[in-house]
Each structure stands twice: as C-alpha cells, then as structure tokens.
C-alpha cells in the first residue's frame, strides 16, 4: 500500500545506501537571481565521510552562465557556509530570503563581485560594501560538487 505523501506526489527521504541523504531544495538560477524554491523536489546521496564536514543541501541548477563547469539541469551539492575563497563558486543571496544565484566569488577591498564562467554572455555583477550590507547580499553555501543530470 502507497503512503500518502507518495499518493500526493510528495518526495520521501530514502534510506540511503553508502552514505546519507540531502534534500534537493529546488532550483537556482545560474543566470540570473530567481526564487529559491523551499520545497524538497527530491534526494541525493552523499558518501558517509563527508557526514562529519559540515551540512548539507542540493539544488537543481537552471540556466548556463556557469558553463561549461556547471550545465542546465545539474544539480549541486552545496555546504552551508557563510563565507568562501576568492575564485570558489558559492550560492549567494541577494535582496530577500528568497532570492539566490549560483555565481563565482571574487572579493575585492570595497566590495564583492559575482562572477560566472560563461563571462562572454553574462557579465560580472559588482556589489559595494554598502549595497552588500544594505540589500543585503550573503554567501550561504560553498559548491562542492556538480552532478551532470542525463
């Protein structure tokens, strides 16, 4: 017999495996900011030594200003954090609680840039020390890793 939230579309959480299960949270834009979607669309596995490096969470990437290193449809593990390296890709929140990109960091002294890979299509964002406090804009997790979906 069917459980109810399987009946209702809704995605379990699965015993995993080899390791443990993140939730993916829906989709980021590697365009340009977009939502965030909250609701859980599904699971992905991750080995059990990564349990002990921190939280985790995945999201499903649409769009291609991260190409070629991250496609459309990809999905990212991401590790929260709230700060990240200079060149390291990070999940970034921009005017609310709901709106993020997936962008390259690069910090400058007065303020921070956004940077994606497909730089030719995409130009680079720049955000002062002023509008990075005041919009705010914030780093909530470092990529690491991107899993190419067929």
Known sequence: MKRMDELMG???????????????LGRISADIPIDAIQEVEGWEELPKAMAD??????????GDSMSP???DGSVVIVRKQNSVENKEIAVVQI?????ATIKRIQKQE??????????LVYPPHY??????????VRILGKVVEARKML
């Open 69 to 71: 290193t991250i496609i």
């Open 127 to 136: 955000y002062s020390e002023e509008q990075v406090r005041s919009l705010p």
């Open 10 to 24: 809704r995605q379990m959480k699965p015993e995993p495996k080899n390791g443990f299960a993140v939730p993916v």
């Open 53 to 62: 490096k921190g939280e985790f969470f995945a999201l499903k990437v649409k």
């Open 110 to 119: 007065h303020g921070l840039t956004l940077i994606g890979d497909n730089a």
């Open 95 to 99: 005017n609310s609680d709901e709106e």
